[in-house]
């Protein structure tokens, strides 16, 4: 069984000091490797009903899309805002070393919809909450979180108590 935290590169002080930063471009660039942690996160929710995979920017992105291809659900991003063309609702956070808010479309999702959110790391929960806030809003229905990556001393699972959370490598 692969040990895909062997996969992932520590950069530290990185965006600034006193982060070290887990860099997943290293699993990324492993085709083996990133086939591993998509197979792995896909077969927790193999048997869930799942309409739309969302994937907050930007590596939510590239981690949610082959989930959601795999699921065969739609892939939903949320951005940063002013990235998406038509019109949208927004939500603020706070992340573990400042402040953002995302958007979604509002015809993003359909109410009852049927919803996991991939992202590529867990810290605070805060964009996690703003993803789960807006969906929420729209009436789709949280299924699931997945990531990659748990930072568990920053106890975002505490912060996203309730819902049902994977994480394949925790730190």
Do not use: C
Not at 22 to 41: H, N, P, S
Not at 59 to 68: E, L, M, N, S, T
Not at 124 to 132: F, N, Q, S, V
């Amino acid at each position: 069984m692969m040990d895909l935290s062997e996969k992932i590169r520590n950069v530290p002080d990185f965006p600034q000091p006193g982060i070290q930063f887990k860099d997943i471009t290293t699993l990324l660039k492993d085709g083996k490797a990133f086939r591993v942690a998509i197979d792995r996160l896909v077969e927790t929710y193999k048997d869930t009903p799942v309409d739309v995979v969302i994937g907050p920017e930007a590596r939510g992105f590239v981690v949610g899309a082959p989930v959601a291809y795999v699921l065969g659900a739609g892939f939903v991003p949320i951005r940063k805002p002013g990235k998406l063309p038509a019109e949208t609702i927004s939500y603020g956070y706070t992340l573990e070393y400042g402040k953002n808010s995302l958007e979604i479309h509002k015809d993003a999702i359909e109410p009852g919809s049927k919803v996991l959110i991939v992202d590529d790391l867990l810290a605070t929960g805060g964009t996690t909450m703003a993803t789960i806030k807006m969906v929420e809003q729209l009436g789709g229905e949280i299924v699931g979180l997945a990531f990659l990556i748990e930072l568990s001393f920053l106890n975002g699972r505490k912060v996203l108590e309730g819902y049902d959370i994977t994480s394949l490598v925790k730190y």
